[in-house]
């Protein structure tokens, strides 16, 4: 007896019965979105999947050849159109996450490059800074030293330590700046 139901109403899809395919949507929207929420949790991604399945059934429903049943048929497209979905997605992903890992390694050569151009730059400044200054700024920056103990160490107050730094972050920045 279903068989007949399922012949009747495919033949009327294929004469374009737009109440019967209304009919046969409100029957299994409902289902269908049920069906795929055990593979899917996402019920736009649901919808849309669903929605694609009528639209292409009606599309196609000339040349539609049914040989299950019309609620196997419409499961089974159900589920393949959201596999197809998934592989788009994932497809789609991979290729975003290669345009990502791309552009971060390309960022990295540059930021490496420049990174290694400015740290030439800085040895030279830093060479050009007057012996004394250097040598406490070295200190301090280098080695970690803090004013106090710069100054024990050059038998120099805490001021001159700090003028000294002061003279050579100017001179650093000028030099770099040029």
Request: hydrophobic letters at 35%; proline letters at 1%; glycine letters at 2%.
């Amino acid at each position: 007896m279903k068989q007949h139901s399922d012949i009747f109403v495919i033949n009327a899809l294929k004469k374009g019965d737009k109440k019967i395919f209304e009919q046969l949507y409100s029957s299994y929207y409902q289902k269908l979105c049920s069906f795929l929420l055990s593979y899917c949790h996402d019920r736009t991604i649901i919808e849309d999947v669903v929605q694609d399945v009528f639209l292409n059934l009606w599309a196609k429903r000339r040349d539609i050849s049914i040989r299950t049943s019309l609620n196997a048929f419409l499961y089974k497209s159900a589920h393949n159109k959201l596999m197809d979905k998934y592989r788009h997605l994932k497809l789609k992903n991979e290729m975003l996450s290669s345009y990502y890992n791309t552009a971060v390694m390309l960022a990295v050569e540059n930021d490496n490059e420049t990174s290694k151009r400015r740290l030439v730059l800085l040895n030279k400044c830093m060479e050009e800074l007057p012996e004394r200054c250097r040598e406490v700024f070295t200190s301090g920056k280098v080695r970690g030293l803090d004013y106090r103990e710069i100054s024990e160490e050059f038998q120099i107050s805490i001021k001159t330590v700090e003028g000294h730094f002061a003279r050579a972050y100017r001179l650093l920045k000028e030099c770099l700046d040029k």
